[in-house]
């Protein structure tokens, strides 16, 4: 038999499944939050693996602020088709009935109500012990810190004083009723990891990860893309067609293009690894507090 | 619209195999707190290149705002960025790392340096493969360097870089070095690592971290980097017999039973045998089935799913092994412990232990004793405090699979976890199997009281409560039972609904019959008592001499009379099934407290007034009393 090494892929890959079906075998109701972007393809693809030839044993959850990329939304349902996973959707309904919007009421309000409150109310529907997300270490400084298996109380807050000692992969799944888990099997994975991974299992992402000729306004030197007609142009404003492609996707309003040639899954790749120390280095010294708070803004209600 | 793969450039897809195909290492930085730690890490991603060239400049800047002098960059502000925001409250948490090279990606475990936070630096330790251990030269092997040169010992980290930082402020002088490294050459000894080096570097000027110092011409030993990129930490997994902890049972559909769960250890082919530990079933491997198709192998580290050649019973906590090299399979063993918690371990309590994908309630039964972790000497112990170190043996309540923790960490490591707040508590590696359950002989020993107790974790006892129907007696009884019963113990409430309906429903209330009533029960009470259960027993049993019998028939084992004194008017007011007012209407006769008397005991070993108190307050009241090691005369 020949010498297999295994790869720091297979490794993170293996203790990734091992986190979900400790999940799948622990928990009364688990839920894997879903939201589309690169980390979550990951995720499901590593879900499939998991329980393989089972389906994945409970549901994907995304909080639908009603401003995604028009494509993600289709993505979403195609993949739920493609693969057979049960999907639910929540959006704050009182938020739709009050309009909320980002352009209105701010980016802070609207995502505390579209995303946060949001994601609350479908976790409290849905009395989901674990909640499964696909946040990693290396994206933020106190993700850095946090748990596998991150406990929160009846009222979803993590207490970052005391924290279980995590040892080994002995991971202490017990809670008492009313409060649950925050489960992050990509915890150990790097933003390269998690790209190199896609390249090399072949899983499909959203084409806006691609650089590709876009309709974008520029707004305090920020490229955003014009997605549908719900974005109010300013007086003298007229759309630009530019190749460009995003880095993280979320809300179509609050998302920030970047310009770029990489149209294929290689050259993005490349071109982040050039630009890998400036993104990186953004969230070890804390200095860029606008991409920190985009950041947040895109996946920190996780 | 997605993305589909297109061919891409052949450097590319070089440059995507050469970081896919990367090896990965896992270690941890420790030492004591001034030694230099977040200065080697902040050097150590400069060295990386994930420092951009705008950044290196203000943090020139500011490094010649602080004490660093010439052209020294203080990389320890790096870090240092982040202790600002640990300040606000998460100081004391490992914090995860990484960095690539060319060769290696890295997982790097920061551990906080305080002694406070040993549990934490234990909890980093228990997923590397390697440790730094930082020394600073100028003070060289201080007590928080061998407390955490003894933690990885005891969590089993086989490799260890010892790096004598700060070299350059002690003229790079070589006498330095060698005295240190004699010095911690022979604490580690003791240790048992499987690699040691040792390495004069100054993080801060980068003297040995990527390429030789240009000012230890003295040393020829390896450089920090270097090093890490090359050391081959597998420990060889695939050549030891071979575990499957069943993680989860796939059952696809009606045609499909697989069981998921990670090779802990060895390697397994179709048409390998395997036993499953538990129920000493064997079974041939048919299919190692995978989402990328059935594999021909499986080995360490791989996670399947193996699917069996016959129908067995296997459920998750089930360990599947080599048929020739099983698991040992016993309920009792010796283990090391670190305690975690500031609730200190004692013997006697009731604890859930999880090891692999088994979880079942276990007790320490001894804490034989604690590790002086500054010297290494043992001193006898009778409890374990937050951050202690000590043997102990533990009983679980029933068999589980497990082998020594030198032999296989994955199945011989366990944490412990509190039954009430659902805490870790602990963590521990085990040394040794007490009782070998799969060669046990009916013959070899006795089954008496003091077996069927130690099996269920306990020691059984009688508490007999007394006192006024309506007093609170079942109330308190019931409440003592679901804490006891929450922490893994074996109870039974006898009293008047379940004895007078049954066993003595033949006996009515005079006061022969009640006697005879107390008589039969006490005798109940004590056969369950030698069955191993802790028995609380809820009877008015109004006559001194009755309750003096039921002591006397208890013998040998534990009596607690619990007198539940709570006022006539205040039964005959709660009158909670109604008997007062049909007692006084004249339907009942010989009703205690009204027309028959109650004596009071004298010398009760507990007087629980519950008129005036929560009954909780006196359920626990009662549970300290029993289980917060007081003594009790058998007579």
Redesign the interface.
């Known amino acids: 038999?020949p010498e297999?090494?295994?790869?720091?892929?297979?490794?993170?890959?293996?203790e990734s499944?091992?986190i979900f079906?400790?999940v799948?075998?622990s928990f009364e109701r688990p839920v894997m939050m879903y939201s589309i972007g690169k980390d979550s393809s990951v995720l499901l693809h590593v879900a499939?693996?998991?329980?393989?030839?089972?389906k994945i044993p409970f549901p994907l959850l995304h909080v639908d602020t009603t401003f995604k990329f028009r494509?993600m939304i289709?993505?979403r349902d195609r993949m739920a088709e493609q693969y057979g996973f049960d999907l639910i959707t929540h959006t704050n309904q009182e938020g739709v009935v009050e309009n909320i919007n980002p352009f209105d009421h701010g980016s802070a309000r609207y995502t505390d109500i579209m995303k946060t409150v949001a994601l609350r109310q479908a976790l409290n529907a849905g009395q989901y012990d674990a909640a499964i997300g696909g946040a990693r270490?290396?994206e933020e400084?106190?993700r850095?810190?946090e748990r596998v298996f991150s406990h929160r109380n009846a009222q979803h807050a993590w207490d970052?004083?005391n924290?279980?000692?995590?040892?080994?992969?002995?991971f202490?799944t017990?809670?008492?009723p009313g409060e649950s888990m925050r489960v992050f099997p990509l915890?150990?994975w790097?933003e390269?990891d998690i790209w190199?991974?896609i390249?090399?299992e072949?899983i499909?992402?959203?084409?806006l990860?691609?650089a590709k000729l876009r309709p974008v306004v520029e707004r305090s030197g920020t490229l955003i893309m014009v997605d549908d007609e719900r974005l109010p142009l300013n007086e003298g404003e007229t759309p630009q067609e530019k190749m460009v492609r995003f880095r993280t996707l979320g809300c179509y309003p609050l998302t920030g293009a970047i310009e770029s040639e990489a149209a294929?899954?290689?050259?993005i790749?490349?071109e982040m690894n050039a630009s890998r120390?400036?993104e990186?280095?953004g969230r070890?010294?804390?200095?860029d507090q606008a991409g920190s708070m985009e950041k947040k803004k895109q996946e920190g209600y996780f | 619209m997605s993305i589909t793969q297109q061919a891409p450039q052949l450097d590319i897809e070089q440059w995507l195999s050469a970081q896919t195909d990367k090896s990965i290492l896992r270690f941890l930085t420790c030492g004591s707190v001034d030694d230099g730690k977040s200065t080697l890490i902040g050097r150590l991603l400069y060295d990386s290149q994930l420092i951009l060239d705008d950044q290196l400049a203000s943090l020139q800047k500011e490094s010649h705002n602080r004490t660093t002098g010439d052209e020294g960059i203080d990389f320890s502000l790096l870090v240092d960025g982040l202790t600002a925001e640990r300040e606000q409250g998460i100081t004391i948490d490992v914090a995860y790392r990484f960095f690539t090279t060319e060769k290696r990606k890295f997982i790097v475990a920061d551990t906080p340096g305080h002694e406070q936070y040993t549990r934490n630096m234990a909890t980093g330790a228990s997923n590397a493969d390697l440790a730094i251990v930082l020394i600073d030269a100028r003070k060289g092997v201080l007590t928080q360097t061998k407390r955490h040169s003894f933690i990885l010992s005891l969590i089993g980290v086989k490799h260890v870089v010892a790096v004598v930082n700060k070299i350059d402020l002690v003229d790079y002088d070589k006498a330095v070095f060698d005295k240190i490294d004699a010095e911690y050459r022979e604490f580690a000894a003791q240790l048992g690592f499987k690699s040691l080096v040792t390495v004069p570097i100054s993080a801060l000027r980068g003297d040995n971290i990527v390429s030789k110092s240009t000012q230890m011409d003295w040393y020829n030993g390896p450089q920090l980097v270097p090093y890490l990129e090359e050391i081959d930490v597998a420990e060889d997994r695939v050549e030891q017999p071979f575990r499957f902890p069943v993680q989860w049972v796939n059952r696809a559909s009606l045609d499909f039973r697989g069981f998921s769960g990670t090779v802990a250890s060895g390697q397994i082919k179709p048409d390998d045998d395997v036993l499953i530990a538990a129920s000493r079933k064997p079974a041939k491997i048919k299919r190692i089935v995978t989402m990328d198709g059935d594999l021909n192998a499986a080995r360490a580290g791989d996670a399947v799913t193996l699917v069996l050649d016959r129908e067995v019973d296997i459920s998750r906590g089930d360990v599947l092994s080599a048929p020739g090299e099983t698991p040992e399979f016993s309920n009792q063993f010796q283990a090391r412990l670190i305690w975690m918690h500031e609730n200190p371990a004692m013997a006697g309590r009731s604890y859930l232990i999880k090891i692999g994908s088994q979880m079942v309630p276990a007790t320490i039964t001894k804490i034989k004793q604690k590790t002086n972790v500054n010297t290494l000497e043992q001193n006898p112990a009778k409890c374990l405090e937050l951050n202690e170190v000590g043997t102990v043996t533990i009983a679980t309540d029933k068999p589980i699979a497990f082998d020594a923790y030198a032999e296989n960490p994955l199945t011989g490591g366990f944490i412990l976890i509190d039954r009430l707040s659902n805490a870790t508590l602990g963590a521990g590696t085990i040394e040794f199997g007490l009782r070998r359950a799969q060669n046990l002989t009916y013959q070899d020993f006795d089954v008496n009281r003091q077996v069927r107790a130690d099996m269920k974790g306990q020691t059984p006892r009688i508490v007999w409560f007394t006192g006024l129907s309506g007093s609170g007696k079942s109330t308190i009884a019931n409440l003592l039972e679901k804490r006891i019963t929450a922490e893994g113990k074996h109870t039974y409430i006898l009293d008047g609904d379940n004895v007078r309906h049954g066993l003595n429903k033949d006996l009515g209330f005079t006061d022969e019959d009640r006697v005879e009533n107390i008589r039969r029960v006490a005798e109940v009470a004590k056969l369950m008592a030698d069955a191993g259960l802790i028995v609380l027993v809820s009877f008015i049993s109004p006559f001194k001499n009755e309750r003096r019998l039921a002591r006397e028939v208890a013998g040998d084992i534990q009596f607690i009379e619990a007198y539940v004194n709570t006022p006539l008017e205040v039964c005959a007011q709660r009158d909670p099934k109604g008997l007062y007012a049909r007692a006084k209407a004249g339907e009942i006769k010989n009703f205690t407290g009204l027309d028959s008397p109650f004596e009071a005991p004298e010398q009760a070993d507990i007087t629980l007034n519950a008129a005036e108190n929560d009954p909780v307050d006196l359920a626990n009241e009662l549970y300290d009393l029993l289980f917060e090691g007081h003594q009790y005369s058998a007579l």
């Open positions: 038999m297999i090494r295994h790869s720091h892929l297979d490794a993170l890959e293996a499944i091992e079906r400790e799948a075998a499939r693996k998991a329980f393989f030839p089972s494509e289709a993505f270490r290396d400084k106190s850095a810190k970052p004083k924290q279980r000692p995590e040892l080994w992969r002995l202490n017990r809670i008492s915890s150990n790097t390269l190199t991974y390249y090399k072949e499909e992402i959203p084409s990860y691609l294929t899954l290689p050259e790749i490349m120390t400036s990186r280095e070890l010294i804390d200095s």
